[in-house]
């Protein structure tokens, strides 16, 4: 039998191994080729946190949509994702006469609004 710790090859009824001292096994251990990578199962109850596969912005679609819908024409939007000089230019200009205000609430909705670093925002 071939030690699974060390790999040397011991007698055939050996309980220990003879080149590290490590209990055999009395199964033969399985070739390399046989053995698969089972990934780690979630547990079935509990807290599930949510892993994006890509960086996401911390700031919140739903946040952004209702400041957007009441304030808009101020920019507040705006200045909640960090995109001060857009927001300064929607304070002054009324939400770019309101037809950036309307885009923008259009793109919150449809979620391809992004924030200053270009991250999509998260749910």
């Given amino acids: 039998m071939i030690c699974s710790n ?3 090859d ?4 050996a ?3 003879n080149g590290c001292g490590a209990p055999m096994s009395q199964q033969p251990p399985q070739p390399q080729s ?3 990578y089972q990934p780690p199962q979630p547990p079935i109850y509990g ?4 892993v994006y596969p890509f960086p996401i912005s911390p700031c919140r679609r739903w946040a952004a949509f209702i400041l957007c819908f009441f304030l808009g024409g101020l920019g507040i939007h705006r200045f909640y994702v ?8 929607y ?6 006469f309101g037809i950036g205000w309307l885009v923008d609430l259009i793109m919150i909705a449809c ?5 200053s670093r270009g991250l999509p925002l998260k749910e």
């Fill in 6 to 8: 060390c790999g040397k």
């Fill in 10 to 13: 011991n007698p055939a009824g």
């Fill in 15 to 17: 309980t220990f191994c």
């Fill in 34 to 36: 046989q053995q698969y």
């Fill in 47 to 50: 807290y599930q946190p949510v």
């Fill in 82 to 89: 960090n995109k001060i000089g857009t927001g300064i230019l």
């Fill in 91 to 96: 304070l002054f200009t009324a939400g770019l």
């Fill in 111 to 115: 979620g391809s609004f992004t924030d």
